[in-house]
C-alpha cells in the first residue's frame, strides 16, 4: 500500500460525459501527478501539482483539467469523452524538497471505460 | 529528460538471478537513474534509485557504470511474483516541473 488513494476504483460512462477522478496524496506529500495508461500508448504523463499551483503539464488533452485543493487532494476532471479516453489513470504523490530526489509514489488507479 | 532503451522482455526461472540493463547515453550531471515495476492493472512501484556506481536495498541491486550511460538492475533469486514490467527512468528530480517519462519497460517473466 503506497499510501495515495484513488475513487472511484471502476468508472464505465457513455461518450461526451464528463467525469471527476480523485486523488488523495500520501500525508505529508505536496506533489501530486496524473498520468494515463493504455494498452497502446503505455504510461503518459499528464500534469503535476505542488501544493496547490500548476508546476508542469505533459500530453493532456484541452478537454481534461486538473486542480490541487488546500489539503492537497486533487481532482481530474475529464469532458466530452471519447472512446480513446478508456485507459488506466493514476495518481502519484511526492514530498517534493528542493534538492531531494523526489520519489514517486503510485495510487491503486482509476479504470475509466467510456462505452 | 534522457531517452532509455531497454529489453522489451525477458524470461527467468524461478530461483534465478534476473539482470535488466538500461541503456542511456545522453544521461545529464544531475540526472538519477531510477527504477519501477508494475504488476498489470497495478501503479508503478518505486523499486531502487542510483547515481553512480553501485546502490543496494532489500530488494534490489543498481549497478552504474562510471560513464553512466547505461545502468543494470539485479533482481536476486526472483520468485513467480516478480513476474512484472519494469521501467528505467533518467532524468532530475527538482521542486519545480518534475514529471516522470515512462518508456515501454521490460516484461519479466518469472516460469517455475
Known amino acids: 500500500d503506497s499510501g495515495v488513494t484513488q475513487t472511484p476504483k471502476h468508472l464505465i460512462t457513455a461518450t461526451g460525459q464528463r467525469v471527476t477522478l480523485r486523488c488523495s496524496p500520501r500525508?505529508?506529500?505536496?506533489?501530486v501527478y496524473w498520468y494515463q495508461q493504455s494498452l497502446d500508448q503505455g504510461l503518459q504523463f499528464l500534469i503535476h501539482y505542488y501544493n496547490g499551483e500548476e508546476r508542469a503539464k505533459g500530453n493532456i488533452l484541452e478537454r481534461f483539467s486538473a486542480q490541487q485543493f488546500p489539503d492537497l487532494h486533487s481532482e481530474l476532471n475529464l469532458s466530452s469523452l471519447e472512446l480513446g479516453d478508456s485507459a488506466l489513470y493514476f495518481c502519484?504523490?511526492?514530498?517534493?524538497?528542493?534538492?531531494?530526489?523526489?520519489?514517486?509514489?503510485f495510487g491503486p488507479g482509476t479504470r475509466l471505460t467510456v462505452l | 529528460l534522457a531517452k532509455t532503451t531497454q529489453p522489451i522482455s525477458m524470461d527467468s526461472y524461478e530461483g534465478q538471478e534476473v539482470n535488466i540493463t538500461c541503456s542511456h547515453n545522453n544521461i545529464a550531471t544531475n540526472d538519477y537513474i531510477t527504477w519501477y515495476q508494475q504488476f498489470p492493472s497495478q501503479g508503478p512501484r518505486f523499486i531502487i534509485q542510483?547515481?553512480?556506481t553501485k546502490v543496494t536495498n532489500e530488494v534490489a541491486s543498481l549497478f552504474i557504470p562510471a560513464d553512466r550511460k547505461s545502468s543494470t538492475l539485479s533482481l536476486p533469486r526472483v520468485s513467480l511474483s516478480d513476474t512484472a514490467v519494469y521501467y528505467c527512468l533518467v532524468g532530475a528530480h527538482r521542486a519545480a516541473g518534475n514529471k516522470l517519462t515512462f518508456g515501454g519497460g521490460t516484461r519479466v517473466l518469472v516460469k517455475p
Open positions: 502519484a504523490s511526492s514530498l517534493t524538497t528542493s534538492g531531494s530526489t523526489d520519489t514517486q509514489y
Open positions: 542510483g547515481y553512480k
Open positions: 500525508s505529508g506529500d505536496l506533489s
